[in-house]
């Protein structure tokens, strides 16, 4: 086999570590996984112990329709994730203990919430939303910073039943809008402010222009952050610390479905619109618990830190759901790792004696880059586990980790997975799994990877090809919002029956899996999803613009980075100032994550006779690309434009 990264360095589980192991080692791994495949709903009802119902009453835990693509795990279970949450663990004896720990943006200002007090806090926030008419099956559209009051909206819908949908707070106003309209939520959360860096931040500002366009909106509640000076709309927006002071404190837990949405949650595509991601409550919370607890093999008392945004999903599964469902204590940061001092991370790490750290790559890079200094300033021996998500780390990034921040003595668990699964696919176990740098390895209880050509032939192994997962698992995302079509032929319909990650991926000789980017036309910024569509549609809202077309260009510190080529139309022609004119567009519709790195002017681009775009062509000239590596050019309606593209080309 040719791949270096193979040849790499392997890190087997120590004898202490297997002994810690909740699943009972390798041994224990490979009879629970063996068990999960041969019954999937055998092992699933099993597992459902792990919550608490107040009845288990399904017909059967497991049914689907593959024609329709509808299927459901419980049905007929009642529950509800805010007992499951909050309620048990405080009638176990949790009541006292840290549910979170919330570090400020500011080092000086924390708060630390324990089950106690955050189940109060929850019931009296559920008591507002009632009391603004909020009823199950409504939307709550939640535009927060990460702030308590963000993980107390999410619970306080869940306890009477609202779906909730997060928008990450630093998306546009144009960006709210959509994904308040889409779902036609009734009632927004949100804020008059927020900080990053030392600096406040406008939410409020935002808020109200994307409010000007939602009817559907009735109520606005605002948390009071910065106290800045913000327009509140008679009759429409209150303060939160207002309806709370009036706010009955106890509220029933609303029986739920198993099936019963739970959430909504926006991502990106690989055309224009972003799609309404739809999780259900039973399925849902129970993997993302399991979950939590094996594959960062949690135990009591431990400290639990996902540097994550409450924003997209890893932090609803693993900042929030996952973490409170199992009783831990999860710490939720506002900062950022710059603030006030480049070891700002390892500062928080010490202070509350963290022992599970899970970050991003692209943060791991920035902070390897930075140096060891920073880390070195600070005793981190109270972590014990490292774990990375959201794109594939690259192994000296992860041998960075390992030696520098680990000590050399935690094992890391590079977790792979999607909005859409839920919870965590595909990832080495503590004590389980032989650690390869830059390796997902195995998959998890219940989940059945599957490695495909184009032609839907299976890969040998060491071959790349498309991942799959077989059939359908609990917390799997139930539909689109209001596009089951889109669902059935983004997920289901590539091949009938299996579920498409729309990742590349690589089964090697020993059956681990390797991760290898996205095969459509989603580009990974900083691990955050961005179609190239929505960028696209975003430019072409500028009246210079005829066409964009754009792809990903490999960055150091970020993983991908956004290339744009653009025409203009006639009349138009190109300047500095139009450059930043263009960025600024993309900035305000999208939001200043898909802030462009690159716009390259040009008078055409790369089209096969019938008129679509090559994108393939422009990623090979964006990356660095000359004609020669281009491939089969032939077939382009003006092959000449390739030259002029190379030519004009901006590294
Ligand atoms: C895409 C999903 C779910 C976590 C946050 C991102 C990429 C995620 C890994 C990993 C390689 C990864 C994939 C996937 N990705 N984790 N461990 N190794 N790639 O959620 O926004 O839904 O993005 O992130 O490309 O498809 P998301």
């Known amino acids: 086999m040719s791949d270096k990264k193979e040849a790499g360095k392997l890190f087997p589980p120590t004898e202490e570590l297997k002994k810690m192991s ?11 996984y063996e068990e999960s495949i041969r019954d999937p709903p055998a092992f699933w009802e099993k597992m459902s112990d792990n919550l608490d119902w107040f009845s288990k009453d399904w017909d059967s835990v497991f049914n689907w329709d593959k024609e329709s693509g509808h299927f459901t795990w419980f049905k007929g279970g009642k529950l509800n994730v805010s007992y499951n949450c909050l309620d048990r663990h405080v009638l176990n004896g949790k009541k006292n203990q840290a549910a979170i720990i919330w570090e400020g943006d500011d080092p000086n200002e924390t708060r630390v919430l324990t089950y106690g007090e955050l ?44 779906i909730h949908s997060v928008v990450f707070s630093a998306f546009s106003a144009e960006a709210l809008f959509n994904r308040i309209d889409d779902c036609a939520s009734k009632l927004l959360v949100t804020t008059d402010g927020g900080y990053r860096g030392g600096k406040k931040v406008d939410i409020k500002g935002n808020a109200n222009e994307a409010l000007e366009k939602c009817p559907t909106v009735k109520d606005v509640i605002v948390v009071r952050r910065t106290g800045a000076d913000v327009y509140m709309e008679e009759g429409r927006d209150t303060w939160w610390h207002d309806e709370m002071e009036k706010a009955p404190k106890k509220c029933e837990p609303e029986k ?44 009591p008392g431990e400290v639990y830190w996902c ?5 997209w999903i890893t932090g609803h599964s693993y900042i929030v759901y996952g973490p409170l469902s199992a009783g831990a204590t999860t710490l939720m940061f506002e900062g950022v790792p710059n603030y006030p001092g480049l070891d700002r991370f390892w500062d928080v790490a010490e202070k509350w004696k963290v022992d599970i750290f899970y970050t991003a790559p692209t943060a791991v890079r920035m902070m390897r880059k930075t140096g060891e200094q920073w ?6 021996s109270s972590i014990r586990l490292l774990g990375s998500v959201g794109e594939p780390i690259d192994p000296e990034a992860w ?11 935690c094992p890391i668990v590079d977790t792979w997975w999607q909005t859409e699964t839920g919870s965590i696919m595909i990832a080495p176990l503590p004590g389980v799994t032989t650690l390869k740098p830059g390796c997902a390895t195995n998959p998890m209880f219940g989940i059945e990877p599957l490695v495909c050509l184009e032609d839907r032939t299976v890969c040998k192994p060491g071959e790349d090809g498309r991942l799959f997962i077989k059939k359908p698992w609990p917390s799997q995302a139930r539909t689109i919002w209001g596009d089951h079509q889109r669902y059935m032929d983004t997920y289901w319909n590539v091949i009938p029956g299996h ?5 590349g991926g690589r089964m090697d000789a020993d059956g681990d899996i390797w991760i290898l980017g996205r095969v459509d036309d989603v580009i990974s910024v900083a691990g955050h999803r961005i179609g190239a569509a929505e960028v696209e549609a975003a430019f072409l809202t500028h009246p210079a613009v005829a066409e964009a077309a754009v792809v990903p260009v490999p960055d150091e510190i970020k993983g991908e980075a956004i290339y744009t080529f653009v025409t203009l139309k006639d009349g138009y022609s190109e300047s500095e100032d139009l450059r930043k004119a263009l960025i600024n567009q993309v900035r305000k519709e999208v939001g200043p994550i898909a802030t462009p790195k690159t716009v390259q002017f040009t008078t055409g681009l790369p089209k096969t006779r019938s008129g679509k775009i090559m994108r393939r062509i422009l990623r090979k000239i964006a990356g660095g690309g000359m004609h020669e590596d281009l491939g089969d050019v032939s077939t382009l309606a003006e092959p000449e434009v390739v030259d002029v593209l190379i030519k004009g080309r901006i590294l």
């Open 22 to 32: 909740l699943v009972g080692g390798p041994e224990g791994y490979k009879k629970m």
């Open 119 to 162: 189940l109060t806090e929850v019931e009296k926030f559920a008591n507002v939303l009632k009391s603004k008419g909020v009823q199950k099956g409504d939307r709550v559209s939640v535009y927060l910073p990460m702030i308590p009051e963000l993980a107390i909206t999410l619970l306080a819908c869940t306890r009477i039943g609202a």
């Open 256 to 299: 739920m479905d198993a099936e019963d949405p739970l959430f909504i949650l926006y991502t990106s595509g690989s055309t224009g619109k972003p799609k309404g991601v739809l999780h259900t409550t039973g399925g849902y919370l129970l993997q993302t618990q399991l979950s939590f607890q094996y594959v960062f093999n949690y135990r």
């Open 307 to 311: 540097t994550a945004d409450v924003g």
């Open 375 to 380: 880390p070195k300033m600070h005793d981190l």
């Open 399 to 409: 041998l960075w980790y390992h030696d520098v921040i680990g000590g050399g003595r």
């Open 499 to 503: 579920y498409f990650t729309g990742d």
